[in-house]
């Protein structure tokens, strides 16, 4: 074959596919029919790592895709980068005689073999090279190496083409991942007002205007329920980030053991099970956001972790060997007394101080009656949209009485609930708010004075008939508080709500706590 058809020929096979192991395959079969050629590796150089990075293979059989890293030594580094191998191709009849040639030869398992290097340019830039193994000794020449050289230029394109297909199809994997991560994670930003923010949250709403358009962390503090996640997507849509993604962790919800790899991902092949890359939170909200709720839940070893990117502005994946610079803010939140947690050693100092810069304290719903009436109606619209209910159910100022009378242990997600059970039993008419400890009297039409009345139409305080309620709860489970089927779980409440409130009320804690 004359050498215009061979070049011709080569060029077609070597650019008929994107995909690179396909097209190496093609590549050595018609190299096959003219010159020895028993196995093709395709590799990149990458100075970063210092190492070769080989991307795929073929043989008689197939062609596969590779993603082998193979580390150089800096004698190996210089050969490459001060020019002592900047031919066009080199050609090894004795691999082992050759640093490079022997590191390869080893890795693959070639005891006796010659080896033809094609090294691929673009307009001066190198791209990677073509070897060509062929069992035996002495088995390539210079005459099959000045063949070979026709085919360096489309080599070296296919290849570029391959590898920027590549990118693209992780781009739009990562872009896919990333949506279906936003639309499980994410939580959404919209132009609502804070319901409260002229009311009781006035003073909230102050220090998030003095607050919002700086990069500081904040640290917001309240009781289980009270709106945190609310106030800190108020932040972030008030910033100059509005635009950029909000991550929501939930500290207390991640095991322990998978707190790494949630937080700051990890690379294909960390650990058991990591079949691919994953990008962690801290990465996924990058010029965004990050909403640490229950912060103080963190074990200690991850609060270092927490301090350092506080500190630097970047992570390692696990596994990873570099820095990866982020651009994020952080807002903390917590219903735990973070210094009581210092002083107890259970919460770093320095973490503490590095996150307690800017503390706004959420006040608890009791603190903030007049912001009952406008959550019950923004509840009750939201409700009824969610389960189909054409005209949401009007509200009397009588039919607030008892929901003003009572404490709310559980603050707004606790209210939220009243609302949707009071929607699910009664979707028309007068409404009844099922409270705990107001069972006898659940009307929603009763009157003020008579919402002041006692269950038994007596003289009962409001916290003597709560803590009575309580304690016949706790009776029902055995004295248990937390977990499955506990008082707090029978009340709808946090288990530290509840410890709160029986703290106040003088009630001791039975087993299980």
């Not at 390869?104 to 193994?133: M, N």
Request: charged share 25%; aromatic share 6%.
């Amino acid at each position: 074959m004359d050498e215009n058809d061979f070049f011709k020929q080569g060029t077609l096979l070597i650019c008929s596919s994107l995909e690179i192991e396909v097209a190496i395959w093609r590549l050595r079969n018609f190299l096959a029919d003219h010159l020895p050629a028993d196995e093709l590796y395709l590799s990149l150089y990458e100075p970063a790592e210092r190492a070769l990075r080989f991307v795929a293979r073929a043989d008689r059989q197939a062609g596969v895709k590779l993603n082998k890293l193979l580390p150089l030594s800096p004698e190996m580094v210089g050969m490459i980068e001060k020019g002592g191998r900047l031919s066009d191709y080199l050609l090894l009849n004795e691999p082992q005689a050759d640093p490079i040639g022997r590191l390869i030869t080893t890795e693959f398992g070639f005891a006796d073999t010659s080896l033809l290097a094609l090294r691929l340019t673009i307009a001066g830039e190198r791209i990677g090279v073509l070897d060509v193994f062929a069992q035996g000794r002495e088995r390539l020449c210079r005459e099959h190496a000045e063949r070979l050289r026709f085919l360096r230029e489309p080599v070296a394109i296919a290849l570029a083409n391959a590898l920027q297909h590549q990118r693209l199809v992780k781009l739009k994997e990562q872009l896919l991942s990333d949506s279906r991560f936003f639309n499980r994670e994410l939580i959404a930003i919209s132009g609502d007002r804070v319901i409260g923010a002229s009311g009781g949250l006035s003073r909230v709403m102050q220090a998030v205007s003095q607050v919002a358009h700086l990069r500081n962390t904040v640290l917001l503090q309240g009781e289980t329920g009270v709106g945190k996640e609310v106030i800190a997507s108020a932040i972030h849509a008030a910033s100059p980030r509005r635009g950029e993604p909000f991550i929501k962790v939930n500290c207390g919800a991640i095991p322990e053991n998978l707190i790494d790899s949630e937080l700051f991902g990890h690379e294909k092949g960390a650990f058991t099970g990591a079949y691919e890359q994953k990008r962690g939170r801290f990465e996924r909200a990058d010029r965004g956001t990050v909403f640490l709720d229950e912060i103080g839940e963190l074990p200690l070893w991850a609060q270092v972790r927490l301090l350092r990117v506080l500190q630097t502005q970047e992570i390692e994946r696990v596994g990873g060997t570099r820095p990866i610079r982020l651009d994020i803010r952080i807002i903390a939140a917590t219903h735990r007394d973070l210094a009581a947690m210092v002083r107890a050693g259970t919460f770093r100092e320095d973490l503490w101080f590095r996150i307690n810069a800017f503390p706004i304290r959420i006040p608890p719903l009791r603190e903030r009656q007049e912001d009952i009436g406008p959550l019950v109606q923004h509840f009750l619209h939201k409700k009824a949209i969610e389960m189909g209910i054409a005209v949401a159910p009007q509200l009397s100022p009588a039919s607030l009485a008892p929901l003003l009378d009572y404490s709310w242990p559980g603050n707004v997600r606790e209210l939220e609930n009243v609302v949707e059970r009071a929607l699910i039993e009664r979707r028309r008419g007068e409404l009844h708010w099922d409270l705990p400890g107001n069972e006898a009297r659940r009307s929603g039409m009763a009157s003020a004075d008579t919402s002041k009345e006692g269950i038994d139409g007596g003289e009962d305080s409001l916290d003597s008939v709560i803590s009575r309620h309580i304690q016949a709860v706790l009776a029902r489970t055995g004295g248990r508080v937390g977990g499955a089927g506990g008082a707090a779980e029978a009340l709808g409440v946090h288990p530290n709500t509840l410890r709160g409130r029986m703290r106040k009320l003088g009630i001791r804690f039975g087993r299980g706590q």
